[in-house]
């Protein structure tokens, strides 16, 4: 094999876009996408936030690089399976992106740590914050190569060995610096954005006319959005057909016939998503209705008068103040797993006191006890700041109608 590229020239790329990322004004995070030889398939950066928005809380640029491949394969573009290919990313995989490269199946290099939502947060390569199944997957597959130097940035190599086909196989002390720091200088800042850049009065969007424009954008994304509403953060069996027309296609597109719904602070529904399972392995429901409404308060507060911004964040208010109901539960596959972290990159903060229902599901994959055992095990900024508890449907009638 024709050995083609060093891991630090890799790592540099992923740099690079780590910078535009934060030139940007999103979090300073990149990516490579490799061949099985080492040749560059395709670079990314995070887009989370656009234009001082955010734009999309899943466009991580390790989770992009995973979609980029399916919907080029899905083209046509003749590319080797993803076994063969290598991620190189500037900063440690968040709990989606993990679970994305792990669904998947690719190989990872990675250069900075991310001691908060990192999978291998404490560094042992270990990967405890996985669930139990997924341990040995990870440990082929995440590399940490050495990084030579006598500063704080340097380290021994850990986790799978690096591909044959890298040349060098270390990391320079001032690129690994430059990877840790460009994400640090963002980080903060871009998660206020997140989490509560619009603490504002929310209002009742079922109280405006059909033809508003926050009506229109949202029946033009789902359009039975505000035909259904229960008792704030308590969905009942009323939100059982728009959950089982969403199954049924989701089964149709080649997913598991899974569904999320998202309601707002008032119990209005304002979307109910299928996967697009046939589009990428990775875009299941979840994934698919947080993106959705992402893009929709996106779509309408891009290039609007701050005064509109405004009006628009009162009735389409941050997903933390609602209830996403998922119709099947979390269980200890690596979808779901990058569910459970696309949840947590939805919030990049702490939920409301007020609002201790936010994540719920409705046919449960595994026990209870399980399912929280295995969030108790996840990264910091899951565990301890966000706290995610998905937790059963209280409503016996919307179970029974599920089940
Ligand atoms: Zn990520």
Known sequence: ????????????????????????????????????AGNVLQSMHNNVVRQGLVFDPTAHGERQLVDWYFAERAKGTPLPPPGELTIVTSLDPCCMCTGAILAAGFNVVVAAPDVKAGINYDGAASFTALPVPLRAQAGRSFCYPAVRGAT??????????????????????????????????????????????????????????????????????????????????????????????????????????????????????????????????????????????????????????????????????????????LAMGPDDS?????????????????????????????RPAMAEDALLALCDAMPPLYRKLIRIRPRQVADRALIDALA
């Open 152 to 325: 704080e940035y340097a380290r021994a190599p850990s986790g799978a060995a690096p591909r044959s086909f890298f040349i060098g196989k270390s990391i320079h002390e001032a690129t690994q610096a430059l990877c840790s720091l460009v994400f640090e200088a963002t980080s903060a800042q871009v998660m206020q954005l997140l989490n509560a850049g619009d603490d504002v009065q929310l209002r009742d969007p079922a109280t405006l006319p059909s033809e508003h424009a926050v009506v229109r954008a949202l029946r033009r994304r789902y359009p039975d959005a505000l035909t259904y509403r229960c008792d704030p953060h308590a969905p009942d069996a009323g939100l059982a057909p728009f959950l089982q027309a969403a199954m049924e296609q989701d089964a149709r597109d080649g997913g598991q016939g899974d569904a999320a719904a998202l309601l707002d602070a008032f119990g209005n529904l304002l979307l109910c998503m299928p996967g697009q399972l046939a589009r990428s392995l990775i875009r299941t429901p979840f994934m698919e209705c947080t993106r959705q409404y992402a893009q929709l308060r996106y779509e309408l507060m891009a290039g609007a008068e701050p005064a509109l911004q405004e009006d628009i964040k009162r009735y389409l208010g941050h997903p933390k103040h609602g209830t996403f109901v």
């Open 1 to 36: 094999m024709n050995k083609t590229i060093d891991i630090q020239a890799a790592v540099a790329i992923a740099a690079a876009e780590a910078m535009a990322a934060k030139t940007q004004g999103t979090f300073g995070v990149g990516g490579v996408l490799l061949d099985g």
């Open 334 to 362: 690596a979808a779901s797993f990058m569910t459970l972290g696309a949840y947590g990159s939805t919030m990049e903060g702490a939920l409301p006191e007020n609002n201790p229902a936010q994540f719920q599901y409705v």
